[in-house]
């Protein structure tokens, strides 16, 4: 009888094993319980732009005008268009690109990004800029 306990228990943890690394390969772990968050590059009227103009590294950032726009939820807009409600964080706050969970400094790729849940962050996509 131990003998078959003893079998059983290795096949389980690698069935159990198994299924989970397949369910983390296939990209369903990553979003579970995670939140979804959209980043643009905007003006100062809430327009948005390339993404080039909110690189602090290059010729952009806010002091000519340019802002990261940060709201919750998914949401695909294109160059031109109007952004409403979230947050604006100036390009050049270190502290404040950090809290959002943002580089530092540099360029920052509009899109939408999952945070938390099970995997942590994923996936980010531009819609047009």
């Given amino acids: 009888m131990s003998q078959r306990t003893t079998r059983r228990g290795p096949v389980r943890v690698t069935?159990?094993?198994a299924a989970a690394a397949a369910f983390m390969v296939s990209g369903s772990a990553c979003?579970?319980?995670?939140?979804d968050e959209s980043i643009y590059c905007v003006d100062g009227n809430?327009?948005?732009v390339s993404d080039d103009?909110?690189?602090d590294d290059g010729d952009g950032g806010s002091g000519n005008g340019f802002f990261l726009w940060k709201n919750k939820g998914k949401h695909k807009y294109k160059p031109g268009?109007?952004?409403a409600g979230g947050q604006l964080i100036r390009t050049d706050d270190r502290n404040g690109r950090i809290a959002a969970g943002l580089a530092a400094s540099g360029r920052v790729k509009s899109g939408t990004v999952t945070r938390g849940g099970?995997?942590?962050k994923s996936g980010s996509g531009s819609s047009g800029s």
């Fill in 15 to 17: 069935l159990v094993g």
């Fill in 31 to 35: 979003s579970i319980g995670g939140e």
């Fill in 46 to 48: 809430l327009q948005v």
């Fill in 53 to 55: 103009w909110c690189d």
């Fill in 81 to 83: 268009s109007k952004v």
């Fill in 118 to 120: 099970f995997g942590g």
